[in-house]
């Protein structure tokens, strides 16, 4: 099995900072990519920043020059910094990792529980 959990999130006013954490750990033989999704009330999970397969990072417009993606591959880890905040950036972020299982040689995806980020204006 797979855990994939994060950490961080909260409540900041517009303009504001907050930095958010994600770990995977368990039975896996390699991570293809992990990557941070946000959801809104009324909207679709979108993605806001991630590593690619090839170890590229891409991220979504409305975020650019503003969040950072890092990642630590030794701690299979993955942050995101995210900088001038607003209110629109308001969602639940999800971290997600694509693993290779130990046992099965086979890709899955997995979610963490999310965490609220809510930004105030």
């Known amino acids: 099995q797979v855990q994939v959990v994060e950490s961080g999130g909260g409540l900041v006013q517009a303009g504001g900072s907050l930095r958010l954490s994600c770990a995977a750990s368990?039975?896996?033989?390699?991570?293809?990519?992990m990557g941070w999704y946000r959801q809104a009330p009324g909207k679709q999970r979108e993605l806001v920043a991630s590593?690619?397969?090839?170890?590229?990072?891409r991220y979504a417009d409305s975020v650019k020059g503003r969040f950072t993606i890092s990642r630590d591959n030794a701690k299979n880890t993955v942050d995101l910094q995210m900088n001038s905040l607003k209110p629109e950036d308001t969602a639940v972020y999800y971290c997600?990792?694509?693993?290779?299982?130990?046992?099965?040689?086979?890709?899955?995806?997995?979610w963490g529980q999310g965490t609220q980020v809510t930004v105030s204006s």
């Open positions: 590593f690619t397969t090839a170890g590229s990072t």
């Open positions: 368990g039975s896996m033989r390699s991570i293809n990519s």
């Open positions: 997600n990792a694509v693993v290779v299982l130990t046992t099965t040689l086979v890709e899955n995806r997995y």
